[in-house]
Nanobody, 123 residues
Framework: QVQLVESGGGLVQAGGSLVLSCTYS????????TAWFRQFPEQGRRFVAA????????LYADSVKGRFNISRDSAKNTVYLQMASLKPEDTAVYYC????????????????WGQGTRVTVSS
């Protein structure tokens, strides 16, 4: 079983940057995708970005393209989400998820989740 631990959330002013980390314990299979989702108050989790562990292929939600970058460090079993030009509407709890999935943007496909880290962007 894979366990995921997120870190790096916090409070930042609009226009600022943050880097979130998602570290695996257990085995990260080459077939895995690792994704970031975010959850706004009283809403479901929405896809943000994903990376394929085997070759680093990435996918982004339109709302974050050009501002967020997802990457992985295989030696550290860690996936990063670099967030820049942050906006107040990026305020949410960010979750890391991993698994062997067919539809990368569908949260129901992921079997492993972290506990979440809160990001607050002030205006």
């Amino acid at each position: 079983q894979v366990q995921l631990v997120e870190s790096g959330g916090g409070l930042v002013q609009a226009g600022g940057s943050l880097v979130l980390s998602c570290t695996y314990s257990g085995r990260a299979f080459n077939g895995f995708h690792t994704a970031w989702f975010r959850q706004f108050p009283e809403q479901g989790r929405r896809f943000v970005a994903a990376i394929r562990w085997s070759d680093g292929g990435t996918l982004y939600a339109d709302s974050v393209k050009g501002r967020f970058n997802i990457s992985r460090d295989s030696a550290k079993n860690t996936v990063y989400l670099q967030m820049a030009s942050l906006k107040p509407e990026d305020t949410a709890v960010y979750y890391c998820a991993a698994g062997t999935v067919r539809k990368v943007i569908d949260r129901r496909e992921y079997s492993n989740w972290g506990q979440g880290t809160r990001v607050t962007v002030s205006s």
